[in-house]
C-alpha cells in the first residue's frame, strides 16, 4: 500500500492524464467534428475529475491521520 502522499501524487498525474484525454479528443478537429466530439470529451473529463475529487477527499481523513 502506498502511503498518502504517494497516493496524492498519483490522483495528481491522473489528472493530467485526464486533461490530456481530452485535448487529445479534441485537438484538431473540423468545426463539425468538434462539435460531435467536445460534448463527448467533455463529459469525459468532468466524469474522471469527478472520480478523481472523491478519491481525494478520501486520502485527507487518512493523511492528517498518518
Known amino acids: 500500500m502506498t ?4 497516493a496524492h501524487e ?3 498525474i491522473e489528472e ?3 486533461w ?4 487529445e ?5 473540423s ?7 467536445e460534448p463527448w470529451a467533455w463529459a ?7 472520480a478523481i475529487k472523491t478519491r481525494r477527499g478520501k486520502l485527507r481523513p487518512a493523511a492528517e491521520a498518518a
Open 20 to 23: 490530456f484525454e481530452y485535448l
Open 31 to 37: 468545426a463539425v467534428r468538434y462539435k460531435e466530439v
Open 10 to 12: 498519483l490522483l495528481l
Open 3 to 6: 502511503g498518502p502522499w504517494e
Open 44 to 50: 469525459r473529463l468532468s466524469q474522471r475529475l469527478r
Open 16 to 18: 493530467a492524464d485526464a
Open 25 to 29: 479528443a479534441t485537438r484538431g478537429q
